[in-house]
Structure formats: structure tokens, C-alpha cells
């Protein structure tokens, strides 16, 4: 049974680094649609959830939406961590109907890019592609800046490559690159 924690439990994880919180991106968008604020949390290290739920690797690999979890706050820890070097941040999108991607990397230039997590396989690529895309056309590029490259980011690959459309496919470890 899952528990869900108190402010104050939620506040003493965040003080010993267990979690940290990413901020909703609030874009200028063409639509009247409302953003959702809130911020969200990631485990700092994604493994000490896995081992607080006493997982294996069969666990993980027999479970794929609870490993798609794992695996997207360990891409937005690595994201994290990349954009930090480069004087950004990255933030998460939602807004009022669901509608969401899973970071978008800004930097002090103003400079940004939208990434979808997927574990990989080219139908969860291509509706990752097809939401950036999504996302991309909603935002009013006469107030903003257009995205500087719209990037799936999945598990496993030997390489990253650029498709017809535009968006990258990254494997996450080509990040360290």
C-alpha cells in the first residue's frame, strides 16, 4: 500500500536530498487553455525507489510502466544535471486537460528545447514525436522564441539520429557525448 506523505515528510525528503521538485513551464501558447502550475517530484537518485520496493531487474523488466517511471526520473536527473553545466534548468508542462511533456530544457538565452521520455520502440518514439510537435504549435512564437530542437529521449541505441520531421531520437546514454 502506497502512502502518501505530509508536507512536512515531503519537506524533511527534500531537505536530505531524497527528492526535489521541478517547476511547471509557463509558456506563451496561442490557446486560452490554463497551465498547471504545481511543481512536480523526482526522486534525487531514482534507484533508492527501486530499492524501497525491494525491485530486481525481472521486476522492472515484468512491470514496464512502473520502469518507465524509474526511467524518466533518471532522464530528468541526467537532464538535470547537462543543463545545470550550461547555466539552465529544466521544468515540466502540463495544462488543464492533461496535455503535458516530460521537460523542456531552458537556458538563461532563452534558448529551449522540449523532450518526451519513452522507453523506446518506434510507436511510443512516434506519439513522443507527434506530442512535441503538438507542443511546439501551440506556442506563440511572436512572444517567444521557437523551440531550438524538439528530442525524444529513450533507452536504448547505439546512436541518436534526426528524423524527416525534424525531432531527435536520443538514446540516453549518447547524452554523456
Known amino acids: 500500500m502506497i502512502q502518501i506523505l505530509s508536507i512536512p515528510n515531503i519537506n524533511a525528503l527534500e531537505k536530505i536530498f531524497v527528492?526535489?521538485?521541478?517547476e511547471a513551464w509557463n509558456p506563451n501558447l496561442c490557446s486560452k487553455t490554463a497551465i498547471r502550475i504545481s511543481n512536480t517530484r523526482y526522486f534525487v537518485d531514482p534507484?533508492?525507489?527501486v530499492a524501497a520496493l525491494g525491485l530486481g531487474p525481472q521486476d522492472l523488466i515484468a512491470d514496464l510502466d512502473t520502469f518507465g517511471l524509474l526511467f524518466?526520473?533518471?532522464?530528468?536527473?541526467?537532464?538535470?544535471?547537462f543543463a545545470d553545466a550550461l547555466n539552465g534548468k529544466v521544468y515540466h508542462f502540463r495544462d488543464k486537460s492533461g496535455f503535458e511533456c516530460d521537460a523542456v530544457v531552458h537556458l538563461r538565452n532563452g534558448s529551449y528545447g522540449l523532450i518526451e521520455v519513452k522507453l523506446g520502440g518506434d510507436k511510443l518514439i512516434g506519439?513522443?514525436?507527434?506530442?512535441?510537435?503538438?507542443?511546439?504549435?501551440?506556442?506563440?512564437?511572436?512572444?517567444?522564441?521557437?523551440?531550438?530542437?524538439?528530442?525524444?529521449?529513450i533507452g536504448v541505441g547505439d546512436y541518436a539520429y534526426r528524423r524527416q520531421d525534424g525531432v531527435y531520437v536520443v538514446p540516453i546514454g549518447c547524452l554523456k557525448n
Open 19 to 22: 527528492i526535489e521538485e521541478m
Open 47 to 49: 534507484s533508492t525507489a
Open 72 to 81: 524518466e526520473a533518471m532522464c530528468i536527473r541526467d537532464l538535470r544535471v
Open 127 to 153: 506519439e513522443g514525436a507527434e506530442n512535441l510537435k503538438k507542443l511546439r504549435d501551440k506556442i506563440d512564437i511572436t512572444k517567444m522564441k521557437a523551440p531550438s530542437f524538439l528530442m525524444v529521449l
